[in-house]
């Protein structure tokens, strides 16, 4: 067992504010307090006092690498222990993931095993910067177990993300005599319901592309034709995003659409002893592909992640350490 406080740590943790793009402040914390029990820390600068932090056991780069980020969505709101729960911004997204494989790393290094190491990032919320300049550091990992909330369960696949904004052009002109103006939210709206009935592509393992309308914004005032309007939506997607694009594209005949972002679905390694789970969200893993066969799995549920009761089981945070370190010796021996 680890004589590190998983719950105490991440306490420590989520009660520093870093939110995407201030993680400066939480990153050198815990630089500082991981130096102070003998572990070796490098700092990698993203952008900023943004840090990457890349911990080590020994005096060789490791075969494993646990892996999460340190960023949190807003608002920030501290820690608070109720009902055998932790509560607080990042206590399961992903602060008390971060305590937990720091508990891992002591546990193994406790037990004369040095091949292994961790990888803490920033901005996973928003654009993944930390893993991007990671990725172009990479210390020949063979493995990447990445940490988000799975309810301690290792994950099989997850969806990926696709996101385009449908933008449509009218004609402005005075509501009184609409016959003189085009609208173009009445074309914003007939290629949403087309897209609402448009088959999306399933997978046998990850299930059905879901679409979701995420923001609509148009028009200029109550008395005039809109001359312009959009909206964005976002797809988890399963399989190629060109799918997704290819069953789509006869709503050009109202809309322009635009590529945002994509994210690709990933299927991920397992180990035997535990049970699985596939994950609809998407994770740092496609931008860390410099570091090994990738794994997912994490203490908490992504259902109360970034809600205002964003809390992990106390219990289920103390076993996250032992979960890891049992999940690190399996791949150490393949």
Same mark, same amino acid.
């Given at each position: 067992m680890s004589n590190i406080d998983v719950v105490e740590l991440t306490q420590a943790l989520v009660d520093i504010e870093s939110t995407s793009g201030n993680e400066?402040?939480?990153?050198?914390?815990?630089?500082?307090?991981?130096?102070?029990?003998?572990?070796?820390?490098?700092?990698?600068?993203? /952008?900023? #006092? $943004? +840090?990457?932090?890349?911990?080590?056991?020994?005096?060789?780069?490791?075969?494993?690498?646990?892996?999460?980020?340190?960023?949190?969505?807003?608002?920030?709101?501290?820690?608070?222990? /109720?009902? #055998? $729960? +932790?509560?607080?911004r990042g206590s399961c997204d992903a602060k008390g993931i971060a305590a937990a494989q720091v508990g891992a790393l002591e546990q193994l290094r406790e037990a004369g095993e040095s091949r292994v190491g961790a990888l803490f990032v920033v901005g996973e919320e928003r654009g993944s910067h930390g893993a991007r300049a990671a990725n172009l550091t990479s210390r020949g990992s063979r493995f990447l177990v990445n940490g988000e909330p799975t309810d301690s369960r290792l994950a099989l696949a997850t969806k990926g993300a696709y996101r385009v904004k449908l933008q449509a052009a009218g004609k402005a002109a005075h509501s009184a005599y609409p016959e003189q103006g085009e609208s173009a939210i009445d074309k914003l709206v007939d290629a949403l319901m087309a897209l609402r009935a448009i088959p999306l592509p399933s997978h046998p393992t990850l299930g059905p592309t879901t679409c979701t309308i995420a923001l609509i914004d148009g028009g200029v005032a109550p008395n005039v034709v809109p001359p312009h309007a959009s909206a964005e939506a976002t797809f988890r997607i399963v399989g190629p995003r060109e799918e997704v694009r290819a069953a789509i594209e006869p709503l050009g005949q109202w809309v322009e659409l635009k590529d945002i972002v994509e994210v690709p679905a990933v299927e991920l390694t397992?180990?035997?002893?535990?049970?699985?789970?596939?994950?609809?969200?998407?994770?740092?893993?496609p931008f860390l592909t410099a570091w090994g066969q990738p794994l997912l799995f994490g203490p908490g549920s992504i259902l109360v992640a970034h809600t205002s009761e964003e809390h992990v089981p106390i219990d289920e945070l103390r076993a996250a350490p032992g979960h890891y370190a049992s999940i690190a010796k399996h791949l150490l021996t393949q």
């Open positions: 400066g402040q939480v990153a050198r914390w815990l630089a500082g307090w991981l130096r102070e029990r003998g572990f070796a820390v490098d700092e990698q600068l993203v /952008e900023g #006092n $943004r +840090l990457n932090l890349y911990i080590t056991v020994g005096d060789t780069d490791p075969d494993v690498v646990l892996s999460t980020h340190l960023d949190c969505v807003p608002p920030y709101f501290p820690s608070r222990i /109720e009902a #055998n $729960r +932790l509560y607080g397992t180990v035997p002893g535990f049970d699985t789970t596939v994950c609809a969200f998407t994770t740092d893993i």
